[in-house]
């Protein structure tokens, strides 16, 4: 049995040329071709799901190295910039 489009089973079907078992036989086959895609689509789909995961994985931790390195540079500042307390503060 080969699978042919649902529309022709159909069409085949209202018109007399194929029998209810034929008819029926079509359509699991066709049912069948569906579930075949969706898991390979679902497949597909899982991959770039893992991939993108990863991506923002990769950045998030990028992104907390380079918080921690400004937190630093910018602990070191606010140290060079304070008055010194030695020094008397001059207008």
Same mark, same amino acid.
């Given at each position: ?7 022709? *089973? ?13 008819? *029926? ?10 579930? #075949? ?10 991959? #770039? ?14 992104? #907390? ?5 400004? #937190?630093? *540079? ?18």
């Amino acid at each position: 049995m080969a699978t042919y489009d649902h529309k022709q *089973v159909f069409a085949d079907y209202a018109q007399g040329a194929i029998t209810p078992e034929m008819a *029926v036989g079509h359509s699991l086959q066709h049912i069948d071709k569906l579930y #075949e895609a969706q898991t390979t689509a679902r497949s597909a789909w899982r991959m #770039e799901i893992d991939a993108l995961k990863k991506q923002i994985s990769t950045q998030q931790a990028l992104i #907390e190295r380079l918080t921690a390195f400004m #937190e630093k *540079v910018l602990r070191t500042q606010k140290k060079l910039n304070a008055p010194s307390p030695s020094k008397p503060n001059q207008p």
